[in-house]
Each structure stands twice: as structure tokens, then as C-alpha cells.
């Protein structure tokens, strides 16, 4: 091949892989691709956003800008008036990599349900509610992956296997073999210029299952899928991308940060009254209520799957119970967590029960801050939480999270109104910074070190290399340092321009309520 400007790159993502397992597993001599890639490429860790998850993530390695650019601050919007949404593709600010080069192929990213038409084709992924509409763009597509590949599930139940370990492997692998049967049909496209496709599996077995057997074990199997993936871009003159969204480590023990809140008398859970008040008075709460239904073989997933989200939504709201939106009373709760380590306070002119005068804001942020940062180990003494400014973190977005609290390592965090605040952890593993990233191709240096590269250097670097312009407001940079000298990557300045994002998709369901309990099981929302 030529050392021209790319005219392809293959975007393989896999969500969840760590920069120290990968390069531990490499000197071990257990990845072999993955090897080549660090002898004949260029390699390093990926900084991911803050907080270190999904929604934000991939959404700023598709965009190349912040998530108060593109507009996504987690799984669930909430709203002035405390109840949320589910965010989807639609709610995407800024163009993606697939409206800036085309034509493209774009599989199972996370985000982007529903499928919208693009010059290309699309598969969503995590946050689709079913194979149906929405689920692909053409339509047709759908019926093509129902036809050839009929076990195709967009993810499992993951609550079910806390228990049941064995089964989770096995059932894990064969959302991995039927992942891959999608690749290998998106790659009988001939016609692209992107090709773009994610392997959410590992962040899925990591938050269930920390053990180095286990993990070596899927890490070789997607090496075996990472040298497929490195031939088929080779005999299409393609540069390949491999990219992780985050990084992962093990988990031990969690806070309860509303919890805390109410201990510090800046959250007052809600008094029962009216009919709430009747069922506490007859001792009814949502556990007491799931255990009874679990007695007869009803348990909550089944209670989240079957019945409409809008009458969970209010039976939620009605039992007593421990939920981080429905179980706070607004009118006397100076400031709430929610979500993935959001935190808001209840300023008047945002909230429509704000108590929280818009002067007394900073107080109230300065307060949460050094409570949140004052939390320790109870056995060790040790720090358990960070805590980050929102001004500092979402600059242009007068909405964002006035906080964001994320773990250090080894802590968890949860949003629950739970009787403990600190308590262990039924999650083996979480989210760290710290993920992956590895260019390879002609025009690729080899054996070169990235140089603090963060998820939003990932756009404008593979739009360089494609001698495509890069978005003005970006807020990424070119790693230039991976192009060869003698490329038209390495000898021209990066261009700048402007991209229109495409039409927002017609068809998107109502009802996410499979979605969300996937995320429950996973641990993202309570």
C-alpha cells in the first residue's frame, strides 16, 4: 500500500478494556495481535470522560467534543420537574464520525437506537429496546440479521446471573458469537469509507466476574476477533483503530451518597402521606412488596419486563421505598445525587420545587463537596470519593450536573436512599479512566507512544488521517504523533471546517423498559 492519506479506517471498539491488562497480557505473551498492533503501531491508554461511562464516552470518541457539546450526560435526562427520560441517538448534539466521512458501516455502537438514515448502513446498539423498528437502517437490514443470524439478542438480563455464574458465561459467549456473526455480515459491504463497530462483552463480564482465568480466557477471544478484523482491513487498505470507552478495576465497597446527603440533613426523604402514608402505615414498601411476589415466583425483572413502564413508574412513586427520584421530598432537599454520580442542587430557578436560592448555590456546591470528599474507608482511612466541579467539567452547558462524584479505585457509589451508607459491593468490578487506544496501517508509525490521549483526540485523528477536515469545535487534538512522516497525514496541517449532523430518526419506542432493567442489573441506575 501507498503512503497516501488513508482513504478507510475500521473503527474496532471494545467497551471496558484496560490499558494495564492489555499491556500486562502482552508481555505475558498471551495477545498476539493485540502485540503487533504495539510492535507495528502506535499504542497507548485512552483518558476517558468524567464521569467514566458509557452514554458519555462513546458518544465524545463518535463526536470528538465534551458532553455538554454533544448533549449526553448519562443513561437517563432528568428534568426540571424531577422525572427523566431515556437519552437516545436523537438527543445527540453534534455530528458523529458517520456524518463527517460516508458512506459508513456502524455496528452496535451504544447510543445511537434509534438508527437514522446516513449514507451507509447502521446496527444500533445498547439502549435499543428490540429488534424491531429502529433497531436498523435500511429496514430491510432487519430482516436480514432476523433471517441469517436468528439468536441475535441486543443484551441479556444481567440481574439473573449474580447467582449463576456458569450460565452467565455461556450465555455471554453466545451474545459474543452472534455479535460477531453481525460484523462478519456488515463486512460483506463493500462500499466504505468508516467502518465502526463495538464489542460491548467485556465491560458486561467485568462488572460480574473480576478473576484473571475468566478474563484471560475473553480477552483471547477477542484477540482471535481483533486478527480477523486486522486482515479484513489489511486487504481493504484500511487503517484500523482500536479503542476502549473506559478502563475497568475491582470494586470492594460502596457509598450511598443520598444517604449521606440525608445523615447531613441536605435530602429529606419524602413523609408518607396520602396514599404512600397508608401503605407505610400497613407496613407496605417496595421490598416488602417484591419479596412477597418473589415467594410465588415474581421477581422484579419479571415485574419490569411485562408491565408498561408508565404504570411501574407510578407504583414506584406510590409504595415506599429507596429510590433516589421518587422517595425525596423536593420542598425540603437542599441537593440530590442522581444517576451516574450527578449531582444537583436544588436551585429554585432550575427545579420547579427548588428551595435553593440561585445566590446560595456555590454554598450549597462547596458543602456537598467537602462532605463527598470527606467520606473514608472506615477500615483503612482511605479516601473513597472524588469530587469534580460541573463549570469545570461542562463549560458551555448551564444545565450540566452542578457536581459529578466519581469512585476512587476500588469504591463504588450508588444513588439509593439505602439504610447504610457504607456497605459492600455486589459488583465485582467498575469503570476507571483509563481505557485503550492502538493505530495501525501503513501510514501508522510503528512502536510509537501516544502522548496523554483522551477519548476526544479519537475523531479528529481518524478525520486527519482520512484527510477529512476537523470539526472547528472540537475539543480533541490530532495525534499527530502516530502518522509517519512520509504520509500525507504526517505532512499536512490538520484542517478545520464545519459538519451538518443528520435528520433525526422517525421511529423511536416509548417504552425502554427492557432498556432499563438490562442498566439495573448492571448496575447504572437503581
Same mark, same amino acid.
Not at 492489555?22 to 504495539?38: D, K
Not at 469509507?193 to 465491560?203: G, I, N, Q, S, W
Not at 463480564?205 to 484477540?223: A, E, F, N, S
Not at 459491593?425 to 492502538?438: C, K, S, V
Given at each position: 500500500?501507498?503512503?497516501?492519506?488513508?482513504?478507510?479506517?475500521?473503527?474496532?471498539?471494545?467497551?471496558?478494556?484496560?490499558?494495564?491488562?492489555?499491556?500486562?497480557?502482552?508481555?505475558?505473551?498471551?495477545?498476539?495481535?493485540?502485540?503487533?498492533?504495539?510492535?507495528?503501531?502506535?499504542?497507548?491508554?485512552?483518558?476517558?470522560?468524567?464521569?467514566?461511562?458509557?452514554?458519555?464516552?462513546?458518544?465524545?470518541?463518535?463526536?470528538?467534543?465534551?458532553?455538554?457539546?454533544?448533549?449526553?450526560?448519562?443513561?437517563?435526562?432528568?428534568?426540571?420537574?424531577?422525572?427523566?427520560?431515556?437519552?437516545?441517538?436523537?438527543?445527540?448534539? #453534534?455530528? =458523529?464520525?458517520?456524518?463527517? !466521512? %460516508?458512506?459508513?458501516?456502524? @455496528?452496535? /455502537?451504544?447510543?445511537?437506537?434509534?438508527?437514522?438514515?446516513?449514507?451507509?448502513?447502521?446496527?444500533?446498539?445498547?439502549?435499543?429496546?428490540?429488534?424491531?423498528?429502529?433497531?436498523?437502517?435500511?429496514?430491510?437490514?432487519?430482516?436480514?440479521?432476523?433471517?441469517?443470524?436468528?439468536?441475535?439478542?441486543?443484551?441479556?438480563?444481567?440481574?439473573?446471573?449474580?447467582?449463576?455464574?456458569?450460565?452467565?458465561?455461556?450465555?455471554?459467549?453466545?451474545?459474543?458469537?452472534?455479535?460477531?456473526?453481525?460484523?462478519?455480515?456488515?463486512?460483506?459491504?463493500?462500499?466504505?469509507?468508516?467502518?465502526?463497530?463495538?464489542?460491548?462483552?467485556?465491560?458486561?463480564?467485568?462488572?460480574?466476574?473480576?478473576?484473571?482465568?475468566?478474563?484471560?480466557?475473553?480477552?483471547?477471544?477477542?484477540?482471535?476477533?481483533?486478527?480477523?478484523?486486522?486482515?479484513?482491513?489489511?486487504? #481493504?487498505? =484500511?487503517?484500523?483503530?482500536? !479503542? %476502549?470507552?473506559?478502563?475497568? @478495576?475491582? /470494586?470492594?465497597?460502596?457509598?450511598?451518597?443520598?444517604?449521606?446527603?440525608?445523615?447531613?440533613?441536605?435530602?429529606?426523604?419524602?413523609?408518607?402521606?396520602?396514599?404512600?402514608?397508608?401503605?407505610?402505615?400497613?407496613?407496605?414498601?417496595?421490598?416488602?412488596?417484591?419479596?412477597?411476589?418473589?415467594?410465588?415466583?415474581?421477581?422484579?425483572?419479571?415485574?419490569?419486563?411485562?408491565?408498561?413502564?408508565?404504570?411501574?413508574?407510578?407504583?414506584?412513586?406510590?409504595?415506599?421505598?429507596?429510590?433516589?427520584?421518587?422517595?425525596?421530598?423536593?420542598?425540603?432537599?437542599?441537593?440530590?445525587?442522581?444517576?451516574?454520580?450527578?449531582?444537583?442542587?436544588?436551585?429554585?430557578?432550575?427545579?420547579?420545587?427548588?428551595?435553593?436560592?440561585?445566590?446560595?448555590?456555590?454554598?450549597?456546591?462547596?458543602?456537598?463537596?467537602?462532605?463527598?470528599?470527606?467520606?473514608?474507608?472506615?477500615?483503612?482511612?482511605?479516601?473513597?470519593?472524588?469530587?469534580?466541579?460541573?463549570?469545570?467539567?461542562?463549560?458551555?452547558?448551564?444545565?450540566?450536573?452542578?457536581?459529578?462524584?466519581?469512585?476512587?479505585?476500588?469504591?463504588?457509589?450508588?444513588?439509593?436512599?439505602?439504610?447504610?451508607?457504607?456497605?459492600?459491593?455486589?459488583?465485582?468490578?467498575?469503570?476507571?479512566?483509563?481505557?485503550?487506544?492502538?493505530?495501525?496501517?501503513?501510514?501508522?508509525?510503528?512502536?510509537?507512544?501516544?502522548?496523554?490521549?483522551?477519548?476526544?483526540?479519537?475523531?479528529?485523528?481518524?478525520?486527519?488521517?482520512?484527510?477529512?477536515?476537523?470539526?472547528?469545535?472540537?475539543?480533541?487534538?490530532?495525534?499527530?504523533?502516530?502518522?509517519?512522516?512520509?504520509?500525507?497525514?504526517?505532512?499536512?496541517?490538520?484542517?478545520?471546517?464545519?459538519?451538518?449532523?443528520?435528520?433525526?430518526?422517525?421511529?423511536?419506542?416509548?417504552?425502554?423498559?427492557?432498556?432499563?432493567?438490562?442498566?439495573?442489573?448492571?448496575?447504572?441506575?437503581?
Amino acid at each position: 500500500m501507498s503512503h497516501q492519506a488513508q482513504s478507510k479506517a475500521f473503527v474496532l471498539g471494545l467497551d471496558g478494556v484496560p490499558w494495564y491488562l492489555i499491556e500486562q497480557w502482552v508481555e505475558a505473551g498471551e495477545l498476539e495481535h493485540f502485540a503487533t498492533l504495539m510492535e507495528d503501531g502506535a499504542a497507548g491508554s485512552l483518558d476517558s470522560t468524567t464521569p467514566a461511562t458509557t452514554p458519555l464516552a462513546w458518544p465524545s470518541i463518535a463526536t470528538g467534543v465534551r458532553p455538554d457539546k454533544h448533549g449526553l450526560y448519562g443513561f437517563r435526562r432528568l428534568s426540571e420537574s424531577y422525572t427523566h427520560h431515556v437519552y437516545t441517538g436523537n438527543d445527540l448534539q #453534534r455530528p =458523529a464520525l458517520w456524518d463527517m !466521512v %460516508s458512506p459508513a458501516v456502524v @455496528g452496535n /455502537v451504544p447510543m445511537t437506537y434509534p438508527a437514522r438514515e446516513i449514507d451507509g448502513v447502521m446496527v444500533t446498539g445498547m439502549m435499543t429496546p428490540e429488534i424491531g423498528p429502529g433497531f436498523t437502517h435500511p429496514e430491510s437490514l432487519t430482516d436480514d440479521i432476523r433471517s441469517r443470524i436468528p439468536d441475535y439478542r441486543i443484551g441479556l438480563n444481567w440481574s439473573q446471573y449474580f447467582d449463576a455464574k456458569d450460565q452467565f458465561l455461556a450465555d455471554l459467549n453466545d451474545l459474543v458469537r452472534t455479535r460477531r456473526q453481525l460484523m462478519e455480515l456488515l463486512m460483506e459491504q463493500d462500499d466504505w469509507r468508516l467502518f465502526f463497530f463495538v464489542y460491548t462483552a467485556p465491560d458486561r463480564l467485568q462488572h460480574l466476574i473480576w478473576d484473571d482465568d475468566v478474563q484471560l480466557t475473553h480477552y483471547k477471544l477477542l484477540d482471535e476477533i481483533l486478527g480477523q478484523v486486522m486482515d479484513y482491513a489489511t486487504e #481493504r487498505d =484500511a487503517t484500523l483503530y482500536v !479503542v %476502549s470507552d473506559h478502563g475497568f @478495576g475491582p /470494586v470492594h465497597t460502596k457509598v450511598a451518597l443520598n444517604s449521606l446527603l440525608t445523615e447531613e440533613g441536605l435530602l429529606k426523604p419524602r413523609t408518607e402521606r396520602g396514599v404512600r402514608g397508608a401503605l407505610s402505615r400497613l407496613g407496605v414498601t417496595k421490598e416488602g412488596v417484591m419479596g412477597a411476589l418473589s415467594k410465588v415466583g415474581i421477581d422484579e425483572e419479571m415485574v419490569v419486563e411485562h408491565l408498561p413502564q408508565s404504570l411501574t413508574t407510578q407504583v414506584a412513586k406510590q409504595i415506599p421505598g429507596d429510590h433516589p427520584l421518587f422517595d425525596v421530598d423536593y420542598a425540603e432537599t437542599a441537593a440530590f445525587v442522581y444517576s451516574l454520580g450527578e449531582v444537583y442542587v436544588n436551585d429554585s430557578r432550575r427545579f420547579t420545587a427548588g428551595i435553593v436560592d440561585p445566590v446560595e448555590v456555590p454554598a450549597v456546591k462547596r458543602q456537598v463537596k467537602a462532605l463527598f470528599e470527606g467520606v473514608t474507608d472506615p477500615e483503612t482511612g482511605e479516601q473513597m470519593l472524588m469530587v469534580f466541579d460541573g463549570d469545570d467539567l461542562f463549560p458551555t452547558d448551564p444545565n450540566s450536573p452542578d457536581l459529578v462524584v466519581e469512585p476512587r479505585p476500588g469504591f463504588d457509589i450508588s444513588t439509593a436512599l439505602a439504610d447504610d451508607i457504607i456497605s459492600p459491593t455486589r459488583m465485582a468490578a467498575n469503570h476507571l479512566p483509563e481505557g485503550i487506544f492502538f493505530a495501525w496501517g501503513p501510514n501508522i508509525e510503528a512502536g510509537v507512544s501516544t502522548h496523554e490521549a483522551t477519548v476526544y483526540d479519537v475523531a479528529p485523528t481518524i478525520l486527519h488521517g482520512l484527510g477529512e477536515a476537523v470539526p472547528d469545535d472540537t475539543d480533541g487534538r490530532v495525534l499527530s504523533e502516530i502518522f509517519t512522516t512520509d504520509s500525507a497525514a504526517g505532512r499536512t496541517a490538520v484542517k478545520r471546517g464545519s459538519y451538518t449532523k443528520g435528520a433525526a430518526a422517525a421511529t423511536a419506542s416509548d417504552d425502554f423498559s427492557d432498556v432499563e432493567n438490562r442498566l439495573r442489573g448492571l448496575g447504572y441506575i437503581e
